[in-house]
Structures are given as structure tokens and as C-alpha cells.
Nanobody
Framework: QLQLVESGGGLVQAGGSLRLSCAAS????????MAWYRQAPGKQRELVAS???????RYADSVKGRFTMFRDNAKDTVYLQMNSLKSEDTAVYYC?????????WGQGTQVTVSS
């Protein structure tokens, strides 16, 4: 059974940093594309960053230069390093695994940036 467990969210001041983690099980992780999404109150869920099985990354324009996504295949874990956080980064962050063109979701972790 596929399972994604996020951790690392919390409250941080603007300009600060957080690192989110997403531990995967039930999939062949090293062959899986992964992604981070976020959803702010009253807004649609949006793609923040993605990483292919080969390690290629893409980022939303709003986080380029501030966020870095990377993976550790030995630990079946992906990470999202978030620096220079802004109040508009406040959202629930979700990890997703892309399997046969379908997204599987974690439970989400709250990130709150105070200004």
C-alpha cells in the first residue's frame, strides 16, 4: 500500500527557513517522479516543485531561487528546502507521488510564515 508521510512544517518568521520531508513506502521510490504542492486557504492547490526519478527538478516561478527540492533514494524520501520564506508561502504543503500518471497524496503539513 502506497503511503506518503510529510513532516517538517511549522511556524516561522518571514525570511526564515524550513525543510519539509516526505517519506514514501509501498512504491519503487527510485523509479517514481515526486512533487510538492501547496494549498492556501480559499485557493486552489498549486504545484510548487517536482523531481523526476533521474533527479531533474522544476519549480513554480513564485519559489524559484528560494526553494530546492531533492531526493534521497537510499531513504525513500524527498525534501523541500524552503529559504527566504514569505507570508504568501503560508499553506498546507502536500507531497505527491506520480504513479502511472496518477497523483497519490500525503496528508499534508502546515507551513505558517508570520510577517
Amino acid at each position: 500500500q502506497l503511503q506518503l508521510v510529510e513532516s517538517g512544517g511549522g511556524l516561522v518568521q518571514a525570511g526564515g527557513s524550513l525543510r519539509l520531508s516526505c517519506a514514501a513506502s509501498g512504491i519503487i521510490f527510485r523509479f517514481s517522479d515526486m512533487a510538492w504542492y501547496r494549498q492556501a486557504p480559499g485557493k486552489q492547490r498549486e504545484l510548487v516543485a517536482s523531481i523526476t526519478s533521474g533527479g531533474s527538478t522544476r519549480y513554480a516561478d513564485s519559489v524559484k531561487g528560494r526553494f530546492t527540492m531533492f531526493r534521497d533514494n537510499a531513504k525513500d524520501t524527498v525534501y523541500l528546502q524552503m529559504n527566504s520564506l514569505k507570508s504568501e508561502d503560508t499553506a498546507v504543503y502536500y507531497c505527491a507521488a506520480v504513479v502511472l500518471s496518477r497523483n497519490y497524496w500525503g496528508q499534508g503539513t502546515q507551513v505558517t510564515v508570520s510577517s
